[in-house]
């Protein structure tokens, strides 16, 4: 996937990821896989993204 286009799907993901986590249905160390799973990432990109994504939670509750 070109950066231009990541950068787009960034948010898309985000989303994904937030009602996953709040769906309860898997523990989200595996959210990885998962988000290689359904946008087709690979194993390095989709981890980046995920990190991303946790830091977020530390961001916005400082």
Do not use: C
């Not at 990541?6 to 160390?29: K, V």
Request: charged share 25%; net charge negative.
């Amino acid at each position: 996937m070109p950066k231009g286009e990541l950068n787009d799907a960034r948010d898309e993901i985000f989303n994904y990821l937030h009602e996953l986590r709040e769906s309860g249905t898997i523990n989200m160390f595996g959210a990885p896989q998962v988000i290689q799973d359904v946008f087709g990432l690979p194993k390095n990109v989709a981890r980046e993204i995920f990190i991303e994504w946790t830091q977020t939670f530390t961001t916005n509750q400082t």
